[in-house]
């Protein structure tokens, strides 16, 4: 009687699950990202931006990106992204493109004209809160940190809890919280209450991944996920 009890709710979380993803399709907002922004450039110099486009189902895809200046008098920007400083001021860059969807994208970053040049501090900390989406026990506060060697550490807090009922959970990065098709898998869940963390390679960047995502593998269902506050 336990198991049917215990089979029950994951089979009607399943058909719901199957029914949510023909529906939710595995669709996000396309998104540019200015990845290597400085606060302010050396007049007479020059410096090259870079940027990534994550297209509607929030995979890292190559695209043509047009680089503009809202003062071209202040600072040029070429097609490649290589803006010039022509004079002392304040310029915003930005970096546009068109998914093909049709949706227009674009990130910009205000960008001084001064004596020397100051690069922006590396953010080395990322926050946010997972929550459940389903009606299984799922919610905490996590950290994303990037240690000395490179390596990151994703950290849950005190206040996180798991339904231990659910089996084959894994936790994942990804720029999709719909869909574990191309998310980042960190592993199983092995914790399901209390602090924890996980170790993730130097070939993971801090800034690669928006959410953080919880699947039961066997059912192929999401149970929760978090986005990063930053």
């Known amino acids: 009687m336990k198991n049917i009890f215990f089979i029950l709710p994951l089979l009607l979380l399943l058909l719901n699950g199957c029914v949510g993803d023909d529906i939710l399709e595995d669709r996000v907002d396309p998104v540019i990202r200015i990845t290597n922004p400085i606060d302010t450039i050396e007049l007479n110099t020059s410096y090259q931006y870079e940027a990534d486009f994550f297209n509607n189902v929030g995979r890292l895809t190559t695209t043509d990106i047009t680089w503009t200046s809202s003062d071209e008098s202040i600072i040029s920007i070429d097609g490649d992204g290589i803006a010039t400083a022509l004079q ?57 940190t990037e240690e000395d060697n490179g390596e990151l550490t994703l950290s849950f807090a005190d206040n996180y809890v798991a339904s231990a009922a659910l089996p084959g959970l894994y936790v994942y990065l990804t720029n999709n919280p719909n869909t574990i098709s191309g998310a980042y898998e960190i592993g199983p869940v092995s914790v399901f209450s209390g602090t924890h963390s996980y170790t993730l390679p130097s070939s993971v960047a801090l800034t690669d991944y928006e959410y953080v995502l919880y699947f039961c593998e066997p059912f192929n269902v999401k149970v929760g996920d978090g986005q990063f506050d930053n």
């Open 88 to 144: 002392v001021g304040t310029a915003i860059i930005s970096a546009e493109t068109t998914a093909e969807s049709g949706e227009f994208v674009r990130d910009e970053k205000v960008l001084a004209v001064g004596n020397s040049t100051v690069v922006t501090p590396p953010t080395l900390e990322r926050t946010g809160t997972v929550a459940t989406t389903t009606f299984y026990v799922l919610e905490g506060d996590f950290t994303l």
